[in-house]
């Protein structure tokens, strides 16, 4: 969680089978590279080019995060253009709540979509999203988390 131009950013991760996947192809650029300059002397352009696709792979990786605007919106950022990005928050049917995840469900689609999330993050993310004014759905807490300090919160009033 990250405030940046006034914004709260949650950062989140794809689902854990891709996101091994993901990372697991993002550092074989720099390996291959280092690979390369200990076979040479110098430090030929096909390094720096794996380098860089590196840190492309690198940026991307890290750029995937969740925004709530006051008037309703919930902004998913992610590296695939083709996915939407803004969603309304009152179409949120239902959230349910893992130790390591989240899954958003949306009004008239059966499927949810699913989001790995840190500790700290996930807690600041779901309780702005539960106490937004726009959210009509409900907080689903599943895996028998009940007794981690933070899940109590929700079932207790939503004004508290």
């Given amino acids: 969680m990250i405030k940046i131009f006034g914004q709260l950013r949650y950062h ?3 689902d854990v089978s891709i996101l091994v996947i993901y990372w697991s192809l993002s550092v074989i ?3 291959v590279g280092l690979a390369l300059m200990y076979e040479s002397s110098d430090v030929p352009i096909l390094v720096l080019s794996f380098f860089f696709l590196f840190m492309l792979l690198l940026g ?11 008037n309703g919106i919930l902004r998913i950022i992610t590296a695939n253009p083709f996915t939407p ?5 009152a179409s ?6 893992t130790k390591t995840s989240i899954t958003l469900f949306f009004n008239g689609k059966t499927k949810g979509r699913t989001f790995c999330m840190r500790k700290w993050p996930k807690k600041y993310f779901v309780n702005d ?3 937004n004014d726009y959210f ?3 907080v689903e807490l599943v895996d028998n988390l009940l007794h981690i300090d933070y899940f109590a919160t929700y079932y207790g009033d939503k004004d508290s």
């Fill in 85 to 89: 990005s803004k969603i309304e928050i």
């Fill in 29 to 31: 650029p720099i390996f």
């Fill in 136 to 138: 009509q759905g409900e």
């Fill in 129 to 131: 999203l539960a106490r």
């Fill in 60 to 70: 991307i990786g890290v750029h995937r995060y969740f925004t709530i605007y006051d």
């Fill in 12 to 14: 989140w991760q794809p």
């Fill in 92 to 97: 949120i049917r239902k959230v349910e709540v």
